[in-house]
């Protein structure tokens, strides 16, 4: 199972299918929906979106919320 984070109301919405694009709480536009992410990446597919964007059920439970960037940088301001 696979999860967006609002980052408006920081509710966690089910990905169901490719489609979601509001929040279930707050119904505001979900910032790393699916169709947004598919014109920046043409040749890859829904389920890449679920591994590469998407929250798992794993670290839900976990309380690790958020997704890897990949970026290295300054991190002032991490405590």
């Known amino acids: 199972m696979y999860y967006l984070k609002c980052k408006h109301c920081?509710?966690?919405n089910e990905v169901k299918s490719e489609y979601l694009v509001v929040c279930g709480l707050?119904?505001?536009k979900l910032e790393d929906n699916y169709k947004d992410w598919k014109v920046k990446h043409p040749?890859?597919?829904f389920e890449d979106?679920?591994?590469e964007?998407?929250?798992t059920e794993e670290q839900v439970k976990?309380?690790?919320m958020m997704?890897?960037?990949g970026k290295k940088g300054?991190?002032?301001g991490l405590i």
């Open 43 to 45: 040749e890859k597919s």
């Open 49 to 51: 979106f679920q591994r």
């Open 10 to 12: 920081n509710h966690l």
């Open 62 to 64: 976990k309380g690790d």
């Open 53 to 55: 964007v998407c929250l």
């Open 67 to 69: 997704k890897p960037t």
């Open 26 to 28: 707050c119904n505001r």
């Open 74 to 76: 300054n991190k002032k």
